[in-house]
Nanobody, 121 residues
Framework: QVQLVESGGGLVQAGGSLTLSCAAS????????MAWFRQAPGKEREFVAG????????YYEVSVKGRFTISRDNAKNTVYLQMNSLKPEDTAVYYC??????????????WGKGTLVTVSS
């Protein structure tokens, strides 16, 4: 079993930056792909960014490409999402996700409880 805990959410003005962190416990993440999803009010949960276990493959949803950067530190069992040039439409609860890379876009086995990001205009 893997437990994921997100942190770093908050309120930021449009154009600002935030860095989300996801700390894992229970077992090592080194064999798992990691991803971030988000769910805005009244909308379905959507894929944001993903990274392979070794970090050599990353993939972004089109609307965040060039603004968000996903990274991981397997020694610390932590994955990060650096978010720059934030827009009001980035407002959502952001979820950390872990599992097998084949399921990365659709959602893998393990989920955190989420952290709220609010971008004011």
């Amino acid at each position: 079993q893997v437990q994921l805990v997100e942190s770093g959410g908050g309120l930021v003005q449009a154009g600002g930056s935030l860095t989300l962190s996801c700390a894992a416990s229970g077992r090592t993440l080194s064999s798992y792909a990691m991803a971030w999803f988000r769910q805005a009010p009244g909308k379905e949960r959507e894929f944001v960014a993903g990274i392979s276990w070794g970090g050599n493959f990353v993939y972004y949803e089109v609307s965040v490409k060039g603004r968000f950067t996903i990274s991981r530190d397997n020694a610390k069992n932590t994955v990060y999402l650096q978010m720059n040039s934030l827009k009001p439409e980035d407002t959502a609860v952001y979820y950390c996700n872990a599992g097998h890379i084949e399921q990365m876009i659709d959602g893998m086995d393990y989920w955190g409880k989420g952290t709220l990001v609010t971008v004011s205009s």
